[in-house]
């Protein structure tokens, strides 16, 4: 088993910036992607960034040139700065890392951290 804790978010105005970090734990033999999700109210579950092993990126297309991924493969742990923020960036965000257990390295599962709540408003 392999567990994701998140940490950041809260509470930010229009054009604000904010740093959501996550680290992984456990029985770890490998972390594929690594990446957030968020979910607003009333919304589905959406991609906002994700990162290969390899350093190869994926954003949605309404973050793009404001929000930027990055990754500690020594450290296991996955980061977003978010800048420039707008007010539909509200939502809960979700830390998600696609990992091969050490115990038992023929299995590979997704896993999500708790979620970490960023509202920006005036």
């Known amino acids: 088993q392999a567990q994701l804790v998140e940490s950041g978010g809260g509470l930010v105005q229009p054009g604000g910036s904010l740093t959501l970090s996550c680290a992984a734990s456990?029985?770890?033999?490998?972390?594929?992607?690594m990446g957030w999700y968020r979910q607003a109210p009333g919304k589905e579950r959406e991609l906002v960034a994700a990162?290969?092993?390899?350093?190869?990126?994926n954003y949605l297309n309404s973050v793009v040139g404001r929000f930027t991924i990055s990754r500690d493969n020594s450290k296991n742990t996955v980061s977003l700065q978010l800048n420039s923020l707008k007010t539909e960036d509200t939502a809960v965000y979700y830390c998600?890392?696609?990992?091969?257990?050490?115990?038992?390295?023929?299995?590979?599962?997704?896993?999500w951290g708790q979620g970490t709540q960023v509202t920006v408003s005036s």
């Open positions: 998600n890392a696609n990992i091969q257990s050490r115990r038992f390295p023929f299995l590979t599962s997704d896993y």
């Open positions: 456990g029985s770890i033999l490998r972390i594929n992607t």
């Open positions: 990162m290969g092993s390899g350093g190869d990126t």
